[in-house]
């Protein structure tokens, strides 16, 4: 999984790992972490980052240089993530982040597609048909994480392509593209 990944050769470099405090060096570092955030979670198809459990995920330590990120400065970088839509916390207290390497309008582009390719407007769908591995064709939306897709859902049915069919108080049922 991971030992496939290449990582940029900044990785290799100590003061990487520390926040600086100039502020274009900053935003360049935050940049340059934003970046690789994405694509390793894009790899690795990881979809959420718990802050407290950033040991767990290679990219935030090094062990040869003997580095890794503070949780302040991975915090940092999931928000700024969060601010350009690759990224939406799932707490108030900034704990636990959802990563996507598409905002949430390119990924409602991107179903939107889909579903004009594989002609699927106008007919009755649930959440399985597009996140279960089993009956899924895309693997575009096979395992993403079912908060998200549901963010997608709602965004599109502010645009008017999707009808959300709810059932008893309010539970999603189905859902059809106009």
């Known amino acids: 999984m991971a030992q ?4 940029p050769s900044f ?3 100590p003061p990487f790992y520390t926040l600086q ?3 274009a060096t900053k935003q360049k570092q935050i940049g340059l972490w934003q970046e690789f955030t994405i ?3 894009k790899a690795n ?3 959420r980052i718990s802050v407290n459990d950033c040991d767990k995920i290679p990219i935030f330590h090094n062990d040869t240089i003997q580095r890794k990120l503070s949780p302040i400065f991975i915090r940092e970088i999931l928000d700024s993530l969060a601010k350009i839509g690759n ?5 108030e207290t900034k704990t636990t982040a959802i990563i996507t390497w598409r905002t949430i309008p390119d990924w409602a582009n991107f179903l939107s597609q889909y ?3 594989k002609q699927m407007k106008n007919t009755p769908h649930t959440l399985n048909d597009f996140l279960n591995r089993e009956i899924s064709a895309d693997p575009g939306f096979v395992g993403m ?12 049915k502010g645009k008017g392509t999707c009808v959300l069919m709810e059932g008893p108080e309010g539970k999603l049922m189905g859902f059809k593209f106009v």
């Open 4 to 7: 496939t990944f290449e990582y």
């Open 11 to 13: 990785y290799h470099l």
């Open 21 to 23: 405090e100039v502020i």
């Open 39 to 41: 694509r390793y979670c």
């Open 45 to 47: 198809k990881i979809q």
């Open 87 to 91: 990224a939406k916390w799932l707490d």
């Open 115 to 117: 579903v004009t390719d």
């Open 145 to 156: 994480d079912q908060s998200l897709f549901l963010e997608v859902l709602q965004y599109m």
